[in-house]
């Protein structure tokens, strides 16, 4: 786990230096140009800036390890990075609206396109490759932190490619309205992205159940490890970060001893653990009279 952290450390610091490098591309590109739409591009890159602040404390206070305050870890402390960081996006939707708003009312032809073009062009294909890297990485270890930027990276990419692609027409086409358009386009975008990040960090501090798919391989594996055992009931899972929390009840036989049946439940734990990862496991035996038969049923 140690080294798992180092690892979501390293990508969190080189978002910030991405955003910084990104967001100096795209403030010369609106310079050169002083188009609204490459503005309101710029805008939304300095919330990748603060996003990516954000998701660097996050993952350094999910890093901790259990205390008297917090003694099932502090692993929710991505989500509330994620949360924080959707709501900064919604934010800067409407501020990208407003700047659209008076971009209508005022309306100006850009200048020195092609430098904008490529400036603002550069700044996307290494948000490409960064965004790529880190939905990679987020995944890789159950980081909702690091999934959340990279969601957020890569909306900018498609945000610029469509940016650049109507802003190519507006010298050939003289349609100054283009470019306000486009920033309108921008708002939108960034506003649904800030409300798809916000609703998966909700349902991840609601303890929101796994997928069926999730579920399933955890009843397979108590079926499979739990030799020796009659059935499990109960069974319940919720996903926080990078840890699985799991619980249940697992019948034995009255007569079993208790060395006997906690020989069961450390074979059943290292077998949860192999399949889905770090996980925190709290098993209550019963009897058999105490069976449901409405639960796994141990394989033979």
Known sequence: MFSNTN?????????VAVSIIALGMKYAA?????SIALYSDAIETIINVVSAVAGLWALRVASLPPDHNHTYGHYKAEYLSAVAEGVLVVITAFTIAHEAWVGFTHMHPPEDSLRGISLNGGAGLLNLGWGLY????????SSPALVASGHHVLSDVWTSAVLIGGFILIPLTGWLWLDPLLAALIAVNVL???WDMMRTSIAGLMDEAPDSGTLAEIRSIISHTATGAI???DIRARIVGAMTFIEFHLVVPGS???EDAHHICDHIEDGLRAGVGDA???IHVEPERKAKHTGVLVLP
């Open 134 to 141: 880190l939905m990679r990485m987020g995944r890789a270890h």
């Open 256 to 258: 079993m001893s208790v």
């Open 192 to 194: 649904r992205t800030g």
């Open 30 to 34: 609106w310079r050169v140009t002083g």
């Open 231 to 233: 059935e499990a009931h």
């Open 280 to 282: 925190l496991i709290n």
């Open 7 to 15: 690892t979501k450390m390293r990508a969190a610091w080189c978002s």
